[in-house]
């Protein structure tokens, strides 16, 4: 079949949007269809997305990172479903990755659609196929043009016997023709309306993209001497930059949780830079000897591997704290960045610290990245032993006591360290964001959430860009019920930084509040840690895939038995049958919570949950009083959770819900009803 025949099989409106073929396919825009030879094949319609895009864009390499902001552009998504995109257009398309006719995949960067594209745009209809003035049709010069005067009707006491044509009236023929011309003018209309809103979603995307801020990642300097006593100037001395950088709202830095993994191994600048989801890469070394530091570094386009900017830093060891102010100031020159007031003001060169307690620090921020708290701790009281007015030093060492708390169950006494650190901290410096958020994550752990709340929204003044502060406001949110405003910040917070929950807690829970369980579980990081495995369970414990949900709980209780841990193990012993075990684990764990103080809410809610499933019915309304009460009132999550639904009819059950309802409503009406004061 001819191209001009496909065209008119797919029936096109006159004036419309424009089609593209290549090869024997033709992708029609107006009707959203993909044609070979003139029969449709079927496509999803992000799989057709995908290939629009990549026809557009014939002969240009597109990079990953482009194409799914394009394609997903208000949600974060993995790269492989843009892989399996790119798979289902190869598979219509008749084609392997090994034998590229259409897509070429540019290893580690993207994709380059490589067929020859014609843009067959529809021209408008000739004076003679149009007798506007005279009521006639258009010509299609084939057996279906039933429009030449005539029309058609069936005799309906004979069953497949042929239509006999009538002759049309001059009154109805008049009708016809102006009816006709009505419909020509209304497909016309649609079709100019249908370019305007592509047009306009198209600028809308591209503007998006372009208020982005842009990703830099700072990967830990390589020790050049590799002596095991100065390896942690190599993540700390990074790390360091990455919180002087967090102040830019026209910069996104990678958090230091994702560039951890990178301390002491070799670089491949385009793997790391995919990893990242960055267009800018800082790496360097350093060799120390003696008393004299040599930092060399090097700030390097991703896509280009063209290095922007280079530099050189000879200082005295107890200088270190001039690394970072020399490092900043290269950085912005080189990324030409324009500051406001205020970012200027939060780059002054900070006030001297005691060169040993700067190392000190240094060493504790090596510790707390390794998730070694207890020697985190060690090492940061120290550091404010000797210098007790360096702000960051205390912000980190409540960041450690607060870990440790939650993690290591340290209970109520770390937390009280942790939230006075902080309040030190503050008192120093007012608006340190570091401080802010720390003290932000932790008031919504003990039960504070709506203290927490205006720390956030004020880190946020400082820089609405900041990804991090756009996650723990959603946490916040979640904690209240406000889900949709929770999932609004964390997507906000993944497009900024697309790898801000490996610092900021790993999971969006807000889709689960939801009930969108798939959803969620496509959210989820690629790793296989314990707290993912358990969540990743969880997920499918709501989905009812028992066996597989039992797989990873089990996994992840022998990886790490912790708090979370445990509460999975708790139901896989419910899909195996022993529930005993799993109520017996689940009291083990609320005692130890209780002994201990820890304060985690959302833990004490999943146990209730457990406790429910496994019909143990008064432990469940005991943890579910007890998570309500210490600050976790997500009223539309509890009033819907299938979990517990057994607890519904229960008295004690709608006291507890009660309780939720009227927080989340206080909650409500102050953050959101009234406009938060200037």
């Keep these: ?43 999803t319609p992000k799989t057709y997305d995908t290939l629009l895009v990549l026809v557009q864009n014939s002969g240009r390499m597109l990079s990953k990172e482009e194409l799914m902001n394009l394609l997903w ?35 580690g960067r993207g994709y380059r659609f490589i067929a020859e594209v014609q843009n067959w745009t529809k021209e408008k209809p000739a004076a003679d196929t149009l007798h506007s003035q005279t009521g006639g049709a258009v010509e299609s010069g084939g057996e279906h043009n039933l429009n030449q005067g005539a029309r058609v009707s069936w005799d309906k006491d004979v069953a497949n016997q042929s239509p006999r044509v009538l002759p049309l009236s001059e009154d109805a023929k008049r009708t016809k023709g102006t009816v006709f011309k009505v419909i020509v003018f209304m497909l016309i209309a649609i079709a100019g309306l249908a370019i305007a809103e592509a047009v306009f979603e198209w600028r809308s995307r591209v503007a998006r993209l372009e208020a982005r801020p842009k990703s830099l990642a700072i990967l830990p300097l390589q020790n050049l001497r590799q002596n095991a006593e100065d390896d942690f100037l190599g993540f700390s001395l990074a790390d360091v930059l990455i919180t002087k950088l967090s102040y830019l709202s026209s910069l996104s830095v990678r958090p230091s949780a994702a560039i951890e993994k990178y301390r002491g191994t070799a670089i491949d600048l385009q793997k790391v830079a995919a990893d990242l989801k960055v267009d800018t890469l800082l790496t360097g070394s350093f060799v120390r000897d003696g008393d004299n530091l040599r930092i060399t570094y090097q700030l390097v386009d991703a896509r280009s591997e063209k290095i922007l900017g280079q530099g050189v830093i000879d200082l005295k060891y107890d200088n270190l704290l001039a690394v970072q102010d020399k490092v900043t100031g290269q950085l912005i020159s080189e990324l030409q960045l324009s500051l406001s ?64 708390a939650a993690f290591e169950l340290g209970g109520r006494e770390q937390y009280r360290r942790a939230e006075a650190a902080y309040e ?20 919504v752990d003990t039960g504070k959430v709506e203290q927490a709340v205006p720390l956030l929204r004020d880190a946020l003044k400082t820089n609405d860009n900041n990804a991090a502060a756009h996650w723990e406001l959603g946490y916040a949110y979640r904690f209240a019920g406000m889900l949709d405003e929770s999932v609004a910040e964390c997507e906000r917070a993944l497009l900024l930084d697309p790898l801000v929950r490996r610092s900021n807690g790993s999971v969006l829970n807000t889709y689960f509040y939801l009930g969108k369980y798939q959803k969620f579980l496509d959210s989820l990081p690629a790793d296989d840690s314990s707290f993912i495995l358990f969540y990743r369970g969880f997920g499918e414990f709501h989905e009812k895939q028992f066996d597989q949900a039992a797989k990873d709980f089990d996994r992840a209780y022998e990886l790490d038995s912790n708090l979370y841990t445990g509460i999975g193990k708790a139901l896989s012993d419910l899909i195996h049958g022993r529930k005993s075990e799993g109520v017996n684990l689940l009291s083990e764990l609320e005692n130890k919570i209780r002994e201990r103080g820890v304060g985690d809410p959302e833990a004490a809610y999943k146990i209730a949950q457990a406790y429910a499933v496994l019909g143990d019915n008064t432990s469940a309304l005991r943890a579910l009083r007890t998570s309500v009460g210490s600050g976790f009132f997500s009223y539309p999550y509890i009033v819907k959770d299938p979990l517990l639904n057994d607890l519904h009819n229960r008295p004690e059950f709608r006291d507890v819900l009660n309780t939720a309802h009227q927080r989340h409503e206080a909650f409500r009406r102050k953050f959101f009803t009234n406009p938060p004061p200037l």
């Design 1 to 43: 079949m001819s191209t001009a025949n496909q065209f008119q099989q797919a029936g096109q409106v006159l004036n419309g949007p424009p089609s593209y073929q290549f090869g024997p396919f033709v992708l029609n825009t107006a009707q959203h269809t993909l044609l070979r030879e003139g029969t449709a094949i079927a496509l």
């Design 73 to 107: 552009p208000d949600s974060f998504v993995e790269e492989a479903n843009l892989t399996q995109q790119v798979s289902m257009i190869r598979k219509a398309l008749g084609e392997s990755p090994g034998d590229p006719r259409y897509i070429a995949t540019v290893p």
């Design 341 to 404: 007031p205020l970012e200027a003001e939060h780059l002054k060169p900070e006030n001297p610290a005691n060169p040993l307690a700067y190392e000190y620090f240094l060493q504790g921020l090596d510790f707390h990245g390794q998730h070694k708290f207890p020697l985190a701790i060690k090492m940061l009281e120290k550091s404010t032993q000797i210098d007790p007015d360096y702000a960051p030093a205390w912000a980190y060492l409540g960041a450690s006591y607060n870990s440790d």
């Design 424 to 443: 030190r901290a503050l008192a120093l410096r007012p608006n340190l964001l570091d401080a802010q958020m720390f003290l932000a994550n932790l008031l």
